[in-house]
């Protein structure tokens, strides 16, 4: 996430419940409601196994996975041949910041409404200062993991899937305001929601969701009410992440966030455990933001929500 300026439980399961979500855009009212479709579970090894790949990455290349170094380059590489293998057709697209060549990285999965778009992303690039495991691996390992899920699910969605990684965020999300600013005005009208998962395996976690698209939101708090767990609105991330782009396009935003440098209360360290007084990632932006900063139960817990909004929001 960019610097600011002065337990396991099943998706399936809870999917079963038939919780309704719109069958139309997800900004638009819907002519009729329809039962979200049966998202899997994701497994939170999977999703640990890239954050070892780009913890590995990082060390083998300076310590870091940032624009513009060579680390931020293998990280997108490590996920371009992942989905290329698992039959996405992937795009990466250039632009220049800062005097240095970045990169963002779309997949879309074939088949859906090209005219009906969800989108869920995440920004792959790290500080200079550390390896960027929470901030940004996690999301980017679980946006991945949820990809390669739809492959493996031979998902056919109603609505067209695409999944993306953006670069240059920490500079102030260039990365995704190019990819947006690169769209015609009929193709960012296509695009129905963008997902945005930035922060999400906090070793003190907090559980905060994005309010923005009414019903993008509706459908991250119903997945964590059915698990239990109580939610808050985000606030501490609130324009400093990817959606930024989005949303200033007038594109439907969400997504989820477990929390940065701000500190945990006593009420929130009631309500989601961990403790109170201490940042929900003390190693926020710093060299100890490592394979060892992140706390497993938020991390799976976060990707199953993730698959869960993705399944239901497409189909």
């Known amino acids: 996430m960019k610097l600011s300026i002065p337990g396991r439980a099943s998706a399936t399961a809870v ?3 038939a919780v309704l979500l719109t069958g139309g855009s997800i900004a638009g009212a819907a002519p009729a409601p329809v039962a979200a479709a049966a ?12 954050l070892t790949q780009l913890q590995s990455i990082a060390t083998a290349n300076g310590g870091n996975r940032a624009h513009g170094r060579a680390g931020y380059k293998a990280s997108l590489d490590y996920v371009k041949a992942k989905l290329d293998a698992a ?5 990466v697209q250039q632009f220049t910041s800062s005097g240095s060549t970045g ?21 792959l690039d790290s500080v200079t200062a550390g390896p960027g495991i929470n901030d940004n691996g996690s999301g980017s390992a679980a946006v991945l993991e949820t990809a390669l899920a739809v492959a493996r699910a031979g998902y056919q969605p109603t609505k067209h899937l695409r999944f993306a990684w953006w670069g240059a965020e920490e500079l102030g999300m260039v990365g995704s305001r190019y990819y947006v600013n690169s769209l015609t005005t009929a193709n960012r009208s296509k695009i129905s ?5 930035d922060m999400i395996g906090s070793p003190n976690p907090g559980y905060f969701v994005y309010d923005d698209d009414a019903t ?9 009410t059915g698990i239990g767990v109580s939610t808050e609105i985000e606030t501490e991330g609130d324009g400093r992440s990817d959606h930024a782009p989005f949303k200033n396009a007038g594109i439907p935003v969400g997504g989820l966030f477990s929390g940065a440098d701000y500190i945990k209360t006593s009420a929130q360290a ?8 201490k940042a ?4 926020y932006h710093s060299s100890c933001d490592t394979s060892s900063n992140i706390n497993d139960t938020a991390l799976n817990r976060h990707a199953d929500a993730l698959a869960y909004a993705v399944w239901g929001l497409s189909a």
């Open 15 to 17: 999917a079963s419940a």
């Open 87 to 91: 039959g996405f057709t992937t795009t």
């Open 280 to 283: 929900f990632d003390a190693c």
């Open 39 to 50: 998202a899997p579970d994701i497994p939170v090894a999977n999703v640990k196994a890239h």
């Open 103 to 123: 990169y963002n990285l779309i997949a879309d999965w074939p088949g859906g409404d090209t005219g009906k778009v969800v989108m869920a992303g995440s920004h």
């Open 270 to 277: 009631a309500k989601w455990g961990g403790t109170a007084g």
């Open 193 to 197: 929601g963008y997902l945005n998962f």
């Open 216 to 224: 993008i939101e509706k459908t991250f708090k119903t997945y964590f």
